[in-house]
């Protein structure tokens, strides 16, 4: 089945730096979509991309379709606090199952004491 | 502009009993999928309803069921519940089923003892 590699499993942040975290797959995807969760929330989308080789921004946050349609990555500018969370990466087919998500296992971000 | 809506928010039951979980879709939003996150894992698809009828079933036994109705709300159904059950159940919604991107509820966790 499709499976979604991403990486690294956990990163510690401090306020300021950046931070680069990514997904690969051994499918291809038409879709990919990045999402945070904070504790005893759901999932909530930070970004979408359409096109094999989109980059796109929002806010602090910038992320790219691999050109390859099997990768994509995130990264954040000059972290702050609440950026603390889990991050998934997830992969949409359109022609299977109409829009099943598959998601990787998540980055969890924490703050460096 | 409502969000998803899920309801209870937190469950516990015991092995073999069935279970019922309701969600209220975005609105604007006429598909509704449903997926199972079990503790440190990313999320997976359970199905998806779109019209009333299931439009795409990821990797799960038939005692996992579900219901949409015609306002678009819907009902995820488990019988004969196993401890393995226990996790964090989602909904998301969308418009339509297909490079739309999906929106997730809060979850109820369901604790089967």
């Known amino acids: 089945g499709q499976q979604l590699n991403q990486s690294p499993q956990s990163m510690f942040i401090q306020e300021g730096e950046d931070v680069s975290m990514n997904c690969t797959s051994s499918?291809?995807?038409?879709?990919w979509l990045w999402y945070k969760q904070d504790p005893g929330e759901g999932p909530v989308l930070l970004i979408a991309?359409?096109?094999?080789?989109e980059l796109t921004s929002n806010g602090r946050l910038t992320a790219q379709f691999g050109i390859t349609r099997k990768d994509s990555f995130l990264n954040i500018s000059a972290s702050i606090p609440s950026d603390v969370g889990i991050y998934f990466c997830a992969g949409q087919d359109a022609m299977e199952y109409g829009n099943k998500l598959v998601f990787g296992a998540g980055t969890i971000l924490r703050v460096k004491s | 502009e409502t969000g998803v809506t899920q309801s209870p928010t937190h469950l516990i039951k015991t092995r073999g009993q069935q279970v019922t979980l309701r969600c209220s879709s975005q609105s604007g939003h006429n598909t509704v999928s449903w997926y199972q996150q079990a503790l440190g894992q990313g999320p997976q698809f359970i199905f998806q309803?779109?019209?009333?009828?299931?439009?795409g079933r990821g990797n799960f036994p038939p005692r996992f069921s579900g219901l949409q109705f015609p306002n678009y709300s819907s009902e995820l159904n488990v019988n004969a519940l196993e401890l393995d059950d226990s996790a964090l159940y989602l909904c998301?919604?969308?418009?339509?089923?297909?490079?739309?991107?999906?929106?997730f509820g809060n979850g109820t966790r369901l604790t089967v003892t």
């Open positions: 998301a919604s969308s418009y339509g089923t297909v490079n739309s991107p999906l929106h």
């Open positions: 309803y779109y019209r009333e009828e299931e439009n």
């Open positions: 991309l359409y096109k094999a080789g």
């Open positions: 499918s291809i995807f038409n879709t």
